[in-house]
C-alpha cells in the first residue's frame, strides 16, 4: 500500500467541496493507493506531462507515483473544466 500525500493545493480543495464529495474521492485515493498499478477504468496516464488521472464523477484527482517511496502524491484535486489549466 502507497503512502498519501496531498499538496496544499490539493488538501485545501477537498475542505472547501461538500464533505460528502471529499470522502467520496478520499475513498477512490485509498483504493487506487492499495493497488496502483491495478487495472482500473478511472485511471489513465497523463500525455505530455508524468503522472496520473483519477476520475471521480465531475471532479478529477492528478497525481504522481513515487514506487521507490512507495508514496502516492496528490498534486491536484478539481473539477472537470479546471484541472488541466494550471
Not at 26 to 43: G, H, L, R, T
Not at 66 to 83: H, K, P, Q, S
Amino acid at each position: 500500500m502507497y503512502d498519501i500525500r496531498l499538496s496544499k493545493e490539493a488538501d485545501r480543495a477537498l475542505r472547501r467541496m461538500p464533505r460528502s464529495t471529499a470522502a467520496k474521492i478520499i475513498e477512490k485515493i485509498k483504493v487506487v493507493s492499495a493497488d496502483p498499478y491495478a487495472p482500473n477504468n478511472n485511471v489513465k496516464a497523463l500525455i505530455g506531462r508524468l503522472g496520473y488521472r483519477l476520475r471521480v464523477g465531475d471532479w478529477r484527482v492528478i497525481y504522481d507515483l513515487n514506487d521507490e517511496l512507495t508514496i502516492l502524491a496528490v498534486e491536484r484535486i478539481a473539477a472537470r473544466g479546471e484541472v488541466y489549466n494550471a
